[in-house]
Nanobody
Framework: QVQLVESGGGLVQPGGSLSVSCAASESTFDSRTMNWYRQAPGKQRELVASITSGGSTNYADSVKGRFTISRDNAKNTVYLQMNSLKPEDTAVYYC?????????WGQGTQVTVSS
């Protein structure tokens, strides 16, 4: 069973920065593509950023240039650094990994961007 535990998040003013992290119990973490999703109230969950085992990254157009995904394989942890935050970035952020054709999700962490 894979466990993903997110931390970070919180309340930040528009234009501010915030970082969230996700610690994985998966023993083969370093070979997995890790993803960050988010879900705003009344909206579908959307993919925000991905990082492959080799460190290649992809971002949703809405966060390109503002968000950075990274990973530390020694700590089985993936990070999402969020800069220049906007009110529309307000959502619950989820860590995700797919292992053996199964999807695993963290419990989610709330990010609220408001003045």
């Amino acid at each position: 069973q894979v466990q993903l535990v997110e931390s970070g998040g919180g309340l930040v003013q528009p234009g501010g920065s915030l970082s969230v992290s996700c610690a994985a119990s998966e023993s083969t973490f370093d070979s997995r593509t890790m993803n960050w999703y988010r879900q705003a109230p009344g909206k579908q969950r959307e993919l925000v950023a991905s990082i492959t085992s080799g460190g290649s990254t992809n971002y949703a157009d809405s966060v390109k240039g503002r968000f950075t995904i990274s990973r530390d394989n020694a700590k089985n942890t993936v990070y999402l650094q969020m800069n220049s935050l906007k009110p529309e970035d307000t959502a619950v952020y989820y860590c995700h990994v797919r292992v053996a054709w199964k999807n695993y999700w963290g419990q989610g962490t709330q990010v609220t961007v408001s003045s």
